[in-house]
């Protein structure tokens, strides 16, 4: 008898342990349900008051309203508004943020290809200015692989002026000429074409040239680029 009564005791405290643990664990989702909602809301209110893009405050607040929509778990808002906190960051030279932001933006590949293109660009140029051309490389082959991928030549265009960009940095003259090449053919395709870019491009294969000593190819890209 009094074996039973150890056991029923057990089996009453098992039932008390579970009964508890179920309601604390429904009680957590509820919460957590709730602070999705709030954080939704915040989010939601801090991009009405400050929703153009050319707005200076929204851009101010762009990492605080991505935060918010991550917490809410609403994730392409998370990252269109990372990938304006990354643009933010990097126009005030705030270079480690930038990184930060874009990285967070295209983390989970939340956005369709023509989204990410620019965010990939914002990337890659930022840690060519901190001096990461070897991850600066491997970003802009992930954005011509992706611009490739979804037929979009511009996208094409820039990855390529990116790598022409890093290869010069790292002194690999060649490469860059071969890079500024690649461009400068996908920008001939378009009608009409983009002159602003291949003035760029003409600029890149100039110096190119430039440093792998052949200096009429030089003065003829110079001249084209004036032109």
């Not at 929509?69 to 480690?96: H, I, S, T």
Request: contains cysteine; glycine residues 8%; proline residues 1%.
């Amino acid at each position: 008898a009094e074996e039973g009564q150890i056991w029923s005791a057990l089996q009453e405290f098992r039932y008390l342990f579970k009964h508890v643990l179920l309601r604390d664990a429904a009680y957590e989702m509820q919460l957590r349900a709730q602070l999705r909602k709030l954080h939704e809301l915040a989010a939601a209110t801090y991009e009405q008051l400050f929703a153009r893009e050319g707005d200076e405050r929204g851009n101010l607040y762009a990492s605080h309203i991505a935060s918010h929509y991550e917490r809410a778990g609403d994730m392409p808002k998370m990252a269109v508004w990372y990938g304006r906190a990354g643009k933010q960051a990097q126009a005030n030279y705030a270079l480690d943020d930038a990184t930060a932001a874009y990285q967070k933006a295209l983390r989970g590949n939340w956005l369709d290809a023509a989204a990410q293109l620019p965010l990939y660009d914002g990337l890659g140029e930022t840690q060519r200015q901190q001096a990461r051309y070897e991850a600066a490389r491997a970003t802009y082959q992930k954005m011509l692989s992706l611009a490739q991928t979804a037929g979009l030549i511009a996208g094409q265009v820039r990855a390529w002026i990116g790598l022409a960009w890093v290869w010069q940095c790292q002194g690999e003259y060649q490469a860059s000429l071969d890079s500024a090449v690649q461009a400068e053919n996908l920008l001939r395709q378009v009608e009409p074409v983009d002159f602003i870019q291949l003035a760029e491009v003409l600029y890149h294969k100039g110096w190119a040239y430039f440093f792998l000593g052949q200096a009429q190819a030089a003065l003829q890209g110079a001249q084209e680029e004036r032109q």
